[in-house]
């Protein structure tokens, strides 16, 4: 038994005439009254009286026509559901966020989901990089944006880095060392140090640049998870916050010595065996053109201090 079939006995009971329905169905009448045939055998009784010209249902073909209208009409409710879901209009999309993504990101999605897809369900968790792995291991999340230097390889999971981004140590405008053109190591250490949990990479790097007493373990003095919240401690504190720099446009970077040359490589990360949902596309797409360096372009810069021109005999 077929949804074919159960259409081409519902155009049958409509219409009370093989002719008129086979029209209606686009088929040759023979094919039409193989198909009505071949599903009375698999019932076991006729679904249809030939009286004069026309064809009634039976007492049990009208139950059957009944029952064949709901499976039908649910086949064609499916249909449209699936076709729903797959451009995201309905359905629900979960996703665990990093600190540093997440400052830049959730309020853009949030704001897609508001305005072009209204009747889905969007489900945004923020945490450590290990609490939101394990969620998508477990299956309570669909996909994760984070810092993908964070992970260990994984044959498990699919990552896909999307986006670099520049890592700066920041301060307020009015900040001590706003003005300065060059901020030693040994000068930031005179402030208390503000970040999220970084990765092995990123204290690696800070090792090379600026010695033992970079760790993390060492150097941070306030570490959350909630980029956000750093930030605005930094605005209103003599506090310096090493962030991604496109946060945070309106803090100072600071021009450390050496320079930092710190970046984040944002990325998507996924199951490898689960199909990708319908909304990570529109997911991949935001992030593409939200998580960008052209901020740092318009940030507020410290004034340099002139220099007198040497006088000299040439």
Known sequence: MTLVQLRH???????????????????TQP??????KALEDELG????????????LTLFGAHIVQRARVLVDEANELRQTSAQLQKGEIGQFR??????????????????????HPRAHLDIS?????????????????ALILDIRSLPPSVDLKMEALQEMQGAFMCRPGHPLA????????????YPVASTPLSDEVARILIERYGPLAHPDQLINLRSEEISSLLDVARMSDAVVLA?????????????SPPLNAKARFGLVTMASRTEPP????????????LKDSSAATAPKPEKRLKRPKMGIK
Do not use: C, Y
């Open 179 to 190: 003005q300065e053109t060059s901020v030693p190591f040994a000068t930031l250490r005179q």
């Open 9 to 27: 006995l519902i155009e049958l009971a409509s219409t009370g005439s093989f002719s008129q329905a086979a029209v209606k169905l686009h088929l």
């Open 279 to 290: 909304l990570l596309g529109k997911v991949r797409t935001l992030m593409g053109d939200v």
């Open 126 to 142: 923020r945490g450590s990089t290990t609490l939101l792995l394990q969620a998508l291991r477990e299956r309570l999340l669909d």
């Open 45 to 56: 009784q006729p679904l249809f009286d030939r009286i004069g010209h026309k064809n009634e």
């Open 95 to 116: 996703i665990g966020m990093g600190s540093g993504p997440g400052a830049m990101l959730m309020t853009p999605l949030l704001m897609l989901m508001a305005t072009d």
């Open 244 to 256: 991604i720099r496109a946060a945070a446009p309106d803090l100072i970077e600071l021009p450390m």
């Open 31 to 36: 094919a039409l009254s193989r198909s009505i």
